[in-house]
């Protein structure tokens, strides 16, 4: 099993930063055994694809919508996941979930239904 916990949501303006973290605990395995992910889901829509890390950290996916805004990455020795968001807009308001799933097959994995461990959430509004 593995608990993931988020943390660093807020409500900032348009244009700020924000980190947002997950804390990955009550592991059986190395966390490095896991790839992660960032999700986002905004009031009445569907849950979205943000960003994915495999177990290294050397390889990483994001969706277009935040392609060179945001960053992903990761500590294992830490058990923490990152997401470092900058130049945010009011598109970007939602609550952002982190996901893990074993490190088994490599590509971009941007569906929700591929991983099965969730954090409960975290929340960003951006301000106008």
């Known amino acids: 099993q593995v608990q993931l916990v988020e943390s660093g949501g807020g409500l900032v303006q348009v244009g700020d930063s924000l980190t947002l973290s997950c804390a990955a605990s009550?592991?059986?395995?190395?966390?490095?055994?896991?790839?992660m992910a960032w999700f986002r889901q905004a009031p009445g829509k569907e849950r979205e694809f943000v960003a994915q890390i495999n177990w290294s950290g050397r390889d990483a996916y994001y969706a277009d919508s935040v392609e060179g805004r945001f960053t992903i990455f990761r500590d294992n020795a830490k058990k923490t996941l990152y997401l470092q968001m900058s130049s945010l807009k009011p598109e970007d308001t939602a609550v952002y979930y982190c996901?893990?799933?074993?490190?088994?097959?490599?590509?971009?994995?941007?569906?929700?239904?591929?991983?099965?461990?969730w954090g409960q959430g975290t929340q960003v509004t951006v301000s106008s």
């Open positions: 996901a893990a799933a074993w490190d088994r097959a490599t590509g971009r994995h941007d569906r929700s239904g591929y991983w099965p461990y």
């Open positions: 009550q592991l059986t395995f190395s966390i490095s055994r896991f790839e």
